[in-house]
């Protein structure tokens, strides 16, 4: 950090420079990471140095509204008991100083009135009945009794105005010509009235896309200021998005493109140019995409602080924080520009790069922390699993098995009936699976509600209990006990007869990296099994309606 | 009210004292007056409470409040004047996220007040007097003193650079000694 730097940050936070000088300046912040720090403490160590040494004259009390915004800041967050605890000491200081300050001068200056200033609520204070003698030498001055407070409500931002012609109006009768009196001054010639200016209509604004979805706290930015973002809004170009706590936000664009935003992701722009396509601006946060095909020679860009994202139809995700940029693509490709040095790395289906201070700025693949696994991309084999409809299933399909060979101990042979699985995982992690399913059986279902699964060349960890090694080896794991909660289905992470299942699910360890598979074979039938998820990440049984989305189809 | 309303409601209070410094720098970053970061500031604060129960207790307090703060602030400005402005306020929330640090604000707010009352350079001390403890702007402070307004940039610029030395020497030597 070079004492430039230090100095041109003295000269904004003093007001010292123009908004032209300022917009580079901040720019060049932005960009260094020091800097963003150094100019960080300064703000926050303006406030400690304003509550240090800031003099308030004891002969200008602080305007009614202050008193009465903090007034009612106080019952707001206290109800009518004053806050203890140290932390509070300010509020209350303030408060008491304030009120004394207010009665004292309201009492002993009836006028002049201090001076207006543009209220911010509408205060009714009603004073408190006279408070009964004490024998305290000091009696404590009675605090004014608040009775309601309405915010005022904010103007609306002023519309452009536009000025639509009229016809003019009739021409006034002439007078009757009078003769001159000599008292009364002859009326000034009249001025030749300015022609009429008619500004030209705004062009309609173009709808770039909707708000699928909108969470609360979500607020749609324009020029006008901050708005509710609701769902089925129209968002135009140049507009942006903010979360707030919540995620579950969503824009739609009409050629099927979704952008799904994290909690606290700020899209500062979503700009769509027919002439060069779509441009988000991301200033900070998350957001997933599912890109549909774009034009060609228009690709959708993402643009952030450190990087630029150019992308033709593909899913990703984006995250974003003030130091870098993170792209990780599920699939397609995307080229990623670093801005610092205008370098780019292209990033296939299953890898990730981040572009920012101190990372290497090429593409690798990407953990892999969740897969899940529906009937659609499973293959059968023998006579013993079939496809079904089922509109209880989490996809509207599942796997059947209503009889099975197979006993407990499970010993499977190479003609075994079972439903197989092939996917990708990363080898040396621990990944706990969930089985979702239920037992059809109307009668005993206790007896009828137990399947196993293999992972070839894996090491697989069941839990400890009665029924532990019924699957018959080192590579497998019993998934029993789907009569267990409920009617439907739910997920099971191993033996859920006992529950033990709750506290050590089933895990499983890959060997080699790359692809992996996994058998499903029936051990207790009727039975229906609609997804198997193995994850990272999720190590406690999720609700029966819980784990990732699946598709319907 | 039950105890959870009670609970969250203080749980929220908490946060906006310990992070009222952060809340009122930001303001003043943008407003560069005292007064009107104050102003802003005590708006901010009401808002929060009056939406304390859209406050979600484990999220991010300091990300929820900054963006109340922000509306208010680009509400108080001319609308011509808010594309410019929305991008510095994101600037300056990236510069607040960046400086956050592990220890209570409180710790480096009493280290900052005794290393003031030990800053030696007695002008240095004068021009943050006029700044921050009459909120004149930078033009002022550089007449009462009779700088530049280049030379007084410097000056600021020593002067913070040796009050934060002082701040990280103390943080360190306590926390040394803890």
């Not at chain 1, 707030?244 to 992701?265: C, Y």
């Not at chain 2, 030990?118 to 909120?135: C, M």
């Not at chain 2, 103390?170 to 803890?178: C, F, M, Q, Y």
Request: proline share 10%.
């Amino acid at each position: 950090m070079n004492d430039a730097m230090r100095d041109e940050i003295e000269r904004y936070l003093a007001g010292g420079m123009t908004p032209e000088e300022a917009r580079p300046f901040l720019e060049s912040v932005r960009q260094d990471p020091q800097a963003l720090v150094l100019l960080g403490r300064a703000l926050e160590d303006q406030a400690y140095l304003y509550d240090a040494l800031r003099v308030r004259p004891e002969a200008e009390p602080r305007p009614a509204h202050d008193t009465a915004r903090i007034l009612k800041t106080r019952r707001l967050m206290t109800g009518r008991r004053p806050p203890g605890g140290p932390a509070a000491g300010w509020i209350m200081g303030a408060v008491a100083a304030a009120a004394v300050l207010l009665l004292l001068y309201t009492s002993t200056t009836p006028s002049p009135r201090p001076p207006v200033r543009t209220p911010v609520a509408r205060v009714v204070e009603v004073p408190a009945p006279a408070p009964a003698p004490t024998p305290s030498p000091v009696a404590p001055a009675p605090e004014p009794k608040r009775v309601r407070v309405d915010p005022l409500p904010t103007p609306p931002p002023p519309s452009p105005r536009v000025d639509v012609p009229v016809p003019a109006p009739p021409a006034p009768k002439q007078p009757e010509p009078v003769a001159p009196s000599p008292l009364i001054p002859p009326p000034l010639p009249r001025e030749k009235p300015a022609p009429t200016v008619v500004m030209p209509p705004e062009p309609p604004k173009r709808i770039i896309a909707r708000i699928d979805q909108a969470a609360a706290g979500t607020a749609l930015l324009d020029a006008s200021g901050p708005k509710e973002a609701r769902a089925g809004l129209a968002l135009v170009s140049g507009q942006g998005l903010e979360t707030g706590a919540e995620g579950g936000t969503r824009v739609r664009f009409p050629d099927g493109t979704k952008i799904d935003l994290a909690p606290h992701t700020l899209l500062r722009e979503i700009v769509d140019d027919p002439a060069t396509g779509k441009n988000i601006l991301v200033a900070w946060g998350t957001l997933t995409s599912e890109i549909s095909k774009q034009p060609t020679g228009k690709p959708l860009l993402f643009t952030t602080p450190h990087a630029v994202a150019r992308v033709l139809g593909t899913t990703l995700k984006l995250a974003v924080d003030e130091k870098s940029t993170r792209l990780d693509v599920r699939e397609g490709k995307v080229q990623l520009r670093r801005t610092s040095d205008n370098k780019a790395v292209d990033v296939a289906a299953g890898s990730f790069a981040v572009a920012g201070e101190g990372a290497d700025f090429v593409s690798r693949p990407s953990p892999i922390d969740e897969i899940l696994l529906v009937p659609t991309q499973g293959e059968i084999g023998g006579g013993e699993w079939r496809l079904i409809a089922d509109p209880a299933a989490a996809g509207g399909i599942a796997f059947e098995a209503l009889r099975t060979s197979n006993r407990q101990p499970f010993k499977q042979s190479a003609d075994s009936a079972r439903v197989t699985w092939v996917f990708r995982a990363d080898a040396g992690r621990d990944y706990t699976v969930w089985i979702r399913g239920c037992t059809t059986a109307k009668v005993d279902p206790i007896k009828h509600d137990a399947v196993a699964v293999e992972f070839p060349e894996s090491k697989v960890t069941e839990q400890e209990g009665v029924n532990k090694g019924m699957a018959g080896g080192p590579d497998r794991a019993l998934f029993n006990g789907y009569f267990m909660r409920a009617t439907g289905y739910w997920w099971v992470g191993g033996d859920a007869d006992a529950n033990l299942d709750e506290q050590h699910p089933v895990v499983v360890r890959f060997n080699r990296p790359g692809l992996q598979s996994v058998r499903l074979y029936a051990m207790e039938t009727p039975i229906r099994i609609d997804a198997i998820w193995i994850s990272a990440t999720q190590k406690t049984r999720p609700d029966a309606q819980g784990g990732p989305a699946v598709d319907r189809k | 009210m039950g105890m959870d309303t009670d609970r969250a409601r203080r749980e929220l209070m908490r946060l906006a004292l310990e992070h009222r410094a952060q809340l009122w720098g930001f303001l003043m970053g943008l407003t560069k007056d005292p007064q009107k970061a104050e102003d802003l500031f005590q708006n901010t604060y009401l808002i929060l409470c009056e939406k304390w129960d859209q406050y979600r207790p484990g999220t991010n307090f300091m990300a929820w409040a900054r963006q109340i703060a922000r509306y208010e602030f680009l509400a108080s400005v001319d609308p011509d004047r808010r594309p410019f402005l929305t991008a510095e306020t994101e600037v300056l929330e990236l510069a607040l996220h960046a400086a956050e640090r592990e220890e209570a604000p409180s710790v480096r707010r009493d280290a900052l007040r005794r290393c003031l009352d030990q800053l030696p350079d007695a002008r240095g001390r004068r021009v943050l007097e006029l700044r921050y403890g009459q909120g004149l702007p930078g033009e002022r402070v550089a007449r009462e003193v009779d700088l530049s307004m280049n030379a007084l940039y410097t000056l600021l610029s020593r002067v913070r650079r040796a009050l934060q030395d002082c701040v990280e020497r103390r943080l360190r030597t306590e926390e040394a000694g803890a």
